[in-house]
Every structure is written in C-alpha cells, then in structure tokens.
C-alpha cells in the first residue's frame, strides 16, 4: 500500500485477505469484486450470527457473531461492576420491593391455605359441599 497513514488492525486484516484473494484467483477479478468479497467475508466471519445444530436433529440455532461473543466476555465485569454498583446504590429501595413482593406472596399463600383449610373442614362436617356457604352464612350471623 502506498499510503502513509498507520492502518487500523482490521484496515490491515482487510489489506491480508484482498491480497490472498488477488493470489488465489489471480487477476481474473476486477478490484470493487475483491472488495465486495473480502467486506463479505469479514461481515459473515466475524459479525453475522451464527447458525448452530441442536441436539434436536434437524433443529438449529442462532447465537450471536464471534464478535459479540467476545464483546460480551470483555465487558463482563464491567456490567457486573456496573449492577453491583447499582444494587449498592439502590439496595434500601430493592429490599423494601423484595420484602414487599414476599410479604405479600407469603400473605396470600397463608389466606389461600386458611380457605382451602376452613372449607374443607366445613364440607366435611355439613357432609355436602354446597354447605359450606351456608356454614359461612351461620358463622357470619352469629358474630354480628
């Protein structure tokens, strides 16, 4: 290359590969073909998701292009640093939802256990299952 700016490392990946293209087909190419060909190959090689098989023959799947995948890898701890940050920040307000969403799933489960408990015993002592709203009618009666 002529050129006397410093190439990017993929600048110079590109220049490698249009050069081994140029050996292997020779001249049988015009330039804007090579070029076309080399930007395709690095956007299926590096960026294009890839297609994997699946246990479940013939089923495939996608998952995401070596690039993101190595994205990922790299920020990691930066997004792991990131939400511990967050949660350090934030932790009186996540505990007070947490307990909030327990307290109230706990709450249910226990009122839901009492009914089933209550009507079960009230069908079993009237003998008949249409009783038990009338069971719940005496019982309400008699507090008033």
């Given at each position: 290359?002529t050129s006397?700016?410093?190439?990017?490392?993929?600048?110079?990946?590109q220049?490698?590969?249009?050069e081994?293209?140029?050996?292997?087909?020779?001249?049988?190419?015009?330039?804007?073909?090579?070029?076309?060909?080399?930007?395709?190959?690095?956007?299926?090689?590096?960026?294009?998701?890839?297609?994997?098989?699946?246990?479940?023959y013939?089923?495939?799947?996608?998952?995401?292009?070596?690039?993101v995948?190595?994205?990922?890898?790299?920020?990691?701890?930066?997004?792991?640093?990131?939400?511990?940050?967050?949660?350090?920040?934030?932790?009186?307000?996540?505990?007070?939802?947490?307990r909030?969403?327990?307290?109230?799933?706990?709450?249910?489960?226990?009122?839901?256990?009492?009914d089933?408990?209550?009507?079960?015993?009230?069908?079993?002592?009237?003998?008949?299952?249409?009783?038990?709203?009338?069971?719940?009618?005496?019982?309400?009666?008699e507090?008033?």
């Amino acid at each position: 290359m002529t050129s006397t700016t410093a190439l990017t490392p993929m600048q110079a990946f590109q220049e490698k590969l249009k050069e081994r293209v140029r050996q292997d087909i020779a001249q049988l190419l015009p330039e804007d073909a090579i070029q076309e060909l080399v930007k395709r190959a690095i956007e299926d090689g590096f960026f294009a998701p890839i297609e994997r098989s699946t246990p479940n023959y013939p089923y495939s799947e996608k998952v995401p292009s070596y690039f993101v995948q190595e994205v990922a890898k790299a920020a990691a701890p930066l997004i792991r640093k990131a939400v511990e940050d967050l949660v350090r920040e934030k932790e009186a307000e996540i505990y007070a939802r947490i307990r909030q969403a327990v307290e109230a799933g706990l709450m249910s489960t226990a009122f839901g256990a009492i009914d089933s408990m209550i009507s079960t015993m009230v069908a079993r002592a009237l003998g008949r299952a249409g009783a038990v709203e009338e069971a719940v009618r005496d019982l309400i009666k008699e507090n008033e």
